[in-house]
Structures are given as C-alpha cells and as structure tokens.
C-alpha cells in the first residue's frame, strides 16, 4: 500500500548501519545513542502498528535508565500502561533488524501475523528522559510516526512511570486520573496528604534528602514538592546541575556499591534516597552513628509494604489475599521473613519486571519488586471493588470503614502501571510517617545476609540457561552440581547463576553467613562458569 512506500522512502534519512544486530530485550532496545537512529524510526512505524491493533493510544519512551549518559534505548507501552505484550517483541526486533529496503515487507509480515487493519487511525504518546541524545531520537520517532499517518503528543520530558501513567489515563477515559502531569502530582499529592496523620512523633522526620541520579526523577521531585505543602521537606540532590547522569550516584550505584552516592551531604541517621535515571527505581538508606552504611532495597520496602497494607485489609475485615513476588536475587532473609514471621505468601519470577508484574496479577492485592528497587503493588478489579464499597459502606463499623478508606487512598497513591520512584518514595514515607519509625526501626525487621553478584565475560553467555525463575543451571552440564557442592560447604549458602538480558555477560550471585564467606562463594561458583 501506499503507506508501506512511504515508510521505505522514509529510511532514506535513517539508514540501517551494516553489520549491527539489535534485539528488544528485557527493557526494550538499549545501545550508545549514536547507533539507534534507525531503531528510532522504525520503532515509531511499530508503535503505529500497535496503535492500530489495539485500537487506542500506546505510549514510547526514550530511555536507557540507570545505563550511562551516552547510552539510550527506547521501549513501548501498551494502552493500560503495561510493557509491550510479549509477543510483540519479536516483531520488533525483526523490523529493527529490517534493511531500509525490506521496511515494506517486515511490516508487511506483522501486518499479516496480527492481522490489522492499516486503514485505522493510530495515536501515540512519546516521552524521554534527560539525555542529550533525547531530541534528536525523538525527531527519528516522530518520522517514523508521520509517515505512518499517526497522530501523536510529544511530551518532552517526563519519568518512565510518568508516561505509563498518562497513556493509561487516556485510554481508561480519566478513570486513573487526569492524562496530564500536572493531574499525576495533583492525584499522588491528594492521597498522600489524605493519608497524613499529624500528631507528635518520636521518631519519624519528615524530613528527606534525595539523590536524583542527575536525571528526570530529580526535575520532576521539584515540581512535585509545590504540592506536598511543607508536610515534607524534601533536599533533592543531585539534580544535574552539576554532575554527569547516573555518574557515582543514582539507585544502581547505590545498590551495586553498597555506599552512598557523590554529591550528599549526610548526618547520621538521616533518611536517604536514590532514584534511578528515568525514575522507575528507588532505594533508601542511611548511615548510623558509626559511620556504616545501610541500604534499604527493594526487599525491604515490599516487606515494609505488604506488612502495612496486610494490617489495613485485617482491620478492614475484607477477605483479600496478599502475596509478595521477589526474583532470585531477594536476599534469602527477607524471603524468610515474609514466609516465617508475617506469614505472606512469596512466589519467585524470573528477572525483568514483566515476570514479576505477570505473578503479581494472581493475588487480590500483588507485592512485587526486584531487589534493585524496582516495583509496585496490583490491585485487582475485584479487590478494587470491595475496597472501594467498604469504605462507602455506612453499616460497617466505623474502623473498618476507615480501613478500607486508607486502602483507596493507598491505591491512588500507588503507581499501578509500573514501579515508580516518586510514587514509591511517598508510600514508604506513608508508612513509615504512620507507623512512626525511622531508616533505623524499619532496617531492624530483619537483617540482611551479606552477599555479593559477580559478571563475569564468557564466550558465549547462551550456553549457561536456568529453570525454577533462574534458580537453577539446566546448561551447561555439569554446572548446578558443582554449584550445589559449593553451597553446602557454607552456612546459610545460597548462589546461581543466569546470563545477562541486558550485557554480554553471566551473573553470579551469591549470599552467607558473612561477607567474606558470600564473597568466597560467589569467587569459586564464577571459576566453574568460565
Ligand atoms: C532490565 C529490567 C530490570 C532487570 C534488569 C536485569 C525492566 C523494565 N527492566 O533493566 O527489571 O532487573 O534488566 O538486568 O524489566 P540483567 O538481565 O542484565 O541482569
Ligand atoms: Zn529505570
């Protein structure tokens, strides 16, 4: 058809470079900036396809994370605000990986796969983070968008989750919200001031510093503080004014390097915070009066989480059922007391927040998060129902009823699209604001096990593969055997091993009873690797 010549014509300003193959992996593609301009256009004719066959508004970003400045990648979002159906990968990757000339026919291909109407109106959102690559890979985009006839709202900046929220706010008709940011810190900044409780406390602050990573989430804090009315003080470091994105700082050095970030200024005790450079990451931390750090990560804020909202659905008499998702890597302690102490169910996904949003939908009311911070919490429709009618419901005993207005108030805090740093950080403040705790008491739930993740380059990483959500080596021969002798020899062992999405290398993981000893573990598994 006419519009499959024009998409061809079209590459002619965005030449596939010989020799480079591209694949959409766990968060899209993701490569140095200067090579994606051809993955750019032909994933703004993609996004226009998936527009047409879901028949409503998809959303793109532009975005390589807490990967380093001259890096970049782009993802899709589905109408909802979920990441792109799975199925959908594979078309992406054949129509990145397509010659200029053979743009019609891979097109064609999905056309006939999914069967799609291309007379049909297509609309999408786009966005980027703080990357100077950002303009000129939206512009690629936008040509890929307009020879496809879509119609389209370039939002310039804006936070991963910020984009899933806007797209779902759209296509469910302002039942989430109203689709513009403005609308999403005025929801966020309605509930969480809802949920204040005022009153003397001993040992919550409300007071926070945090680290912005240089990027959007730092920005976006900003706009956001105006709303909070001083009911907390927030410091945003960080903000890159002066410092290079992601460089010493950010939610993943933070939990890599288990230390604090450059460019803060710390008092003992004080309530730290690292988003990650599109702001879908969050971990906390402190350092204590001897001067030791302490991190907070993901598996300290779902116990945090799944703890609080367990209590509100006790107090409210609802018989909903909540569950924690985690990967391997959660630290084996939190595993444990989630299962022993609060008596959660825990289930265990493979990396990649897909996996774990997926599990997630099989609870009324879903925990999930990577121990790298990233993570939110699934209501379903039913949960949503009764939550909602009980805090409507006059016959109810008033604590009950209160209950249940909490927990609507905590839905409309909490981001449902996809884990979210800003919207993370005000549900632990919640939390910790109405449980009057402070880094320290909510660090004491339990103690973390020492552990340590080794990469190791190999030649060709497909060769290790896993099973049981990559807790267990299926390939090479030979290898869990070996891993599994290693363990035993040491108290509270536990390690794995599984290839990278995101690099060209294997991980190891490891944990123990002390650090030297995860240390060991982790060096003699990865010797077995190579
Ligand atoms: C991607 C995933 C992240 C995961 C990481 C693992 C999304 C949006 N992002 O960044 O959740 O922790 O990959 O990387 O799914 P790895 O496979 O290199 O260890
Ligand atoms: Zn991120």
Redesign the pocket.
Known sequence: SDILAEAVKGAAAHPRPEGIQFAY???GFRDKSTILDPVLYRMGLLAALRSKAKKATVAVMITA??NPEPDNGV?LVDPMGE?LEESWEEHATDLANAKDEDIGSALQRIIDAVDIDISLPSDVFVARDTRPSGPPLTQALLDGLKVMGSTFTDFGILTTPQLHYLVRCHNSKGAYGEPTEEGYYKKLAQAFLKLRKDGAKKKYEPVVIIDGANGVGALKTRKLQSHLHESLRITVCNDGSSGKLNEKCGADFVKVQQKPPAGLEIQPGQRCVSFDGDA?RVVFFYVNKDGVFNLLDGDKISTLIAGYLGELVSASGLQLNIGVVQ?AYANGSSTRYLEDVMKVPVSCAK????HLHHKALEFDVGVYF?A?G?GTVLFSDQAEQKIKAASQDDSLESSKREAATRLTLMMDLINQT?GDAISDFLVVETILSTRDWAAEDWNMQYRDLPSRLLKIKVKDRTAVQTTDAERCATAPAGLQEAINKLVAKYQQGRSFV??????D?V?VFAEADTQANADMLAHEVSVQVY
């Open positions: 992996g766990t968060a994370s807490h993802k990441m879908d990967t990396t990649g927040v897909k990577e790298n990233h996809v599984r290839p990278s999405g995101t690099e290398v991980r």
